[in-house]
């Protein structure tokens, strides 16, 4: 199958920086769009921005102007430039992807573990 590992979260102060990456891994075709999540305590989870295989990008307005999506197809990664965070940006960050399998008529969505972003005031 496939598997989504996400990785860069933390701890950081408001204003300050992160970068998250989600690297795919298993048996696949391609990769078609591939997007970030965030879900805060209480809360429902939500889309943060998203990316095309293309490259066409997608964002929640919260985070216009602050977040940058970006990928890497021949590494099979997506990344989440994250900068002036707020205390409001803080969550789990889930990495979220259509998969195209080798069948090539099957396409289905996986879920990375989620990586947690906590941004003291």
């Known amino acids: 199958q496939v598997q989504l590992v996400e990785s860069g979260g933390g701890l950081v102060q408001a204003g300050g920086s992160l970068r998250l990456s989600c690297v795919a891994s298993?048996?696949?075709?391609?990769?078609?769009?591939m997007g970030w999540y965030r879900q805060a305590p209480g809360k429902q989870r939500e889309l943060v921005a998203s990316?095309?295989?293309?490259?066409?990008?997608n964002y929640e307005d919260s985070v216009k102007g602050r977040f940058t999506i970006s990928r890497d197809n021949a590494k099979n990664t997506v990344y989440l430039q994250m900068n002036s965070l707020k205390p409001e940006d803080t969550a789990v960050y889930y990495c979220?992807?259509?998969?195209?399998?080798?069948?090539?008529?099957?396409?289905?969505?996986?879920w990375g573990q989620g990586t947690q972003v906590t941004v003291s005031s």
């Open positions: 298993g048996r696949y075709f391609r990769i078609n769009a």
């Open positions: 990316i095309t295989s293309g490259g066409d990008t």
């Open positions: 979220n992807a259509d998969v195209i399998l080798p069948t090539l008529v099957d396409v289905r969505n996986y």
